[in-house]
T-cell receptor
Framework: AQSVTQPDIHITVSEGASLELRCNYS??????LFWYVQSPGQGLQLLLK??????LVQGIKGFEAEFKRSQSSFNLRKPSVHWSDAAEYFC???????????FGKGTHLIIQP | GAVVSQHPSWVICKSGTSVKIECRSL??????MFWYRQFPKQSLMLMAT?????????EQGVEKDKFLINHASLTLSTLTVTSAHPEDSSFYIC?????????FGPGTRLTVT
């Protein structure tokens, strides 16, 4: 069965500091990986996705993620966070739109001034 | 980008009544739509997959008689929570697929009193 693990429930980062959110997955076939962000009471916004090709993918809002097959990881990074980045971040795995996604439990990002 | 809407965004109903939630793809046709449920401060759990013109496929543990899904057209799927109870209170999010990507609606918060 497929699964996604986000080991950090909460992360606190100072504004301007770098950020890395961890994601490990278990998937029987070629994984399609996603990072979403959710603000309180809102739906999901896609930050970036990985289907194939270059293992370093660029997304919106200055985010990037690196797919490492050997480690079954897809960690999200940002070189310098802004206060507006405070939100809940979800990593997800699934097929290319054909199946529903399996989400991790999420990481709550807090930005300190 | 593709836009998915949900209506209503927030609904309060009394225990024992039914409530219908609509999910629409506004600028594309979606052969497949998905329904997710999110409990407070938790992750999204896939409830069912909805294909236009056919019966929905429910995930294990989801009561198909309680959560009725209809996908009558390529742009509309509905979720009806029948005989709602307080434990059905949750945030319901739909998504629709175009090509290889899922686009999420803003969610509907259901409160059953």
């Amino acid at each position: 069965a497929q699964s996604v693990t986000q080991p950090d429930i909460h992360i606190t980062v100072s504004e301007g500091a770098s950020l890395e959110l961890r994601c490990n997955y278990s998937y029987g076939a070629t994984p399609y990986l996603f990072w979403y962000v959710q603000s309180p009471g809102q739906g999901l916004q896609l930050l970036l996705k990985y289907f194939s090709g270059d293992t370093l993918v660029q997304g919106i809002k200055g985010f990037e993620a690196e797919f490492k097959r050997s480690q079954s990881s897809f960690n999200l990074r940002k070189p310098s966070v802004h206060w507006s980045d405070a939100a809940e971040y979800f990593c997800a795995v699934g097929a290319r739109g054909a199946d529903g996604l399996t989400f991790g439990k999420g990481t709550h990002l807090i930005i300190q001034p | 980008g593709a836009v998915v809407s949900q209506h209503p965004s927030w609904v309060i109903c009394k225990s024992g009544t039914s409530v219908k939630i609509e999910c629409r793809s506004l600028d594309f046709q979606a052969t497949t739509m998905f329904w997710y449920r999110q409990f407070p401060k938790q992750s999204l759990m896939l409830m069912a997959t909805s294909n236009e013109g056919s019966k929905a496929t429910y995930e294990q543990g989801v009561e198909k008689d309680k959560f009725l899904i209809n996908h009558a057209s390529l742009t509309l799927s509905t979720l009806t929570v029948t005989s709602a109870h307080p434990e059905d209170s949750s945030f319901y999010i739909c998504s629709a697929t175009e090509t290889y990507e899922q686009y999420f609606g803003p969610g509907t918060r259901l409160t059953v009193t």
